[in-house]
């Protein structure tokens, strides 16, 4: 069973993997069971290159995917 | 109308936590800081907690009095700023709030700074500083207190 403070311990891996390193990534999130992954746009070739990012980390949660836009100040 | 006394600066290749900065009104300045236009004066000067489903309002200056739902409250995001050079680079923030709009969008430019407020009890529990046209971000209350060294007032 997967505790809060182990969903906190892999999203920051996922962060680390991800925010920065991967266009189209805005940012990773915990709304709901698992991790979500937010995205500028739902796009095959960003999604693709997620997958690819993460794949290392062998997620033991099921990621879900949510498009944000681009977020700006 | 007021002089800037402290901010907190935004750091590249770390995970920042507020985006904030604080003023003192000059004398005279004709405002009330102790009153939100449409949201009126806080519950408590104790914030709280934002969780996942909270009601939300809010008052800022371009879209004036809206509404929301938190969406998440411990979200990593990246947000692109421009140093005092004028190069871009991308902010990263840990465990920040996600706001949607009900309806509509909850803020756009020109909104940073407002407080988010719950709607149940009139207590501070955000402070709004990016989005996007769908989502707002905002830095929970509690850890821009720490960061400034203020704490809230009511009347």
């Known amino acids: 069973m997967t505790t809060p403070g182990d969903l906190a311990d892999l999203k920051r891996r996922v962060s680390d993997a991800l925010l920065g390193k991967v266009l189209g990534v805005t940012g990773v999130g915990l709304p709901a069971q698992g991790i979500t992954i937010y995205l500028e746009a739902d796009t095959p070739d960003i999604r693709a290159a997620v997958e690819q990012a993460i794949e290392p980390l062998r997620l033991p949660v099921h990621v879900h995917w949510q498009v944000t836009g681009k977020f700006q100040r | ?155």
Not at chain 2, 14 to 37: E, Q, S, T, W, Y
Not at chain 2, 76 to 97: A, M
Not at chain 2, 114 to 131: E, H, M, P, Q, Y
């Open chain 2, 1 to 155: 109308m007021a002089q800037l006394t402290k901010f907190i600066q935004i750091k590249p290749n770390v995970f920042n936590k507020v985006d904030c900065a604080i003023a003192r009104f000059l004398p005279g300045a004709p405002v009330n800081p102790r009153h939100m236009p449409s949201v009126g004066k806080l519950g408590s000067t104790v914030p709280i907690a934002a969780a996942v489903n909270m009601l939300v309002m809010k008052t800022g200056r371009t879209t004036g009095h809206t509404r929301g739902q938190i969406f998440d409250v411990s979200a990593d995001v990246t947000v692109p700023y421009e140093d005092k050079n004028g190069n871009e680079f991308l902010g990263r923030f840990s465990n920040q709030i996600l706001i949607v709009g009900t309806p509509g969008s909850f803020s756009t430019n020109g909104d940073s700074g407002s407080l988010i407020v719950d709607r149940a009890t009139t207590r501070a529990t955000g402070l709004l500083f990016a989005g996007s046209s769908t989502h707002t971000i905002a830095n929970h209350i509690e850890d821009v207190l720490a960061a400034l060294g203020v704490s809230l007032v009511t009347a």
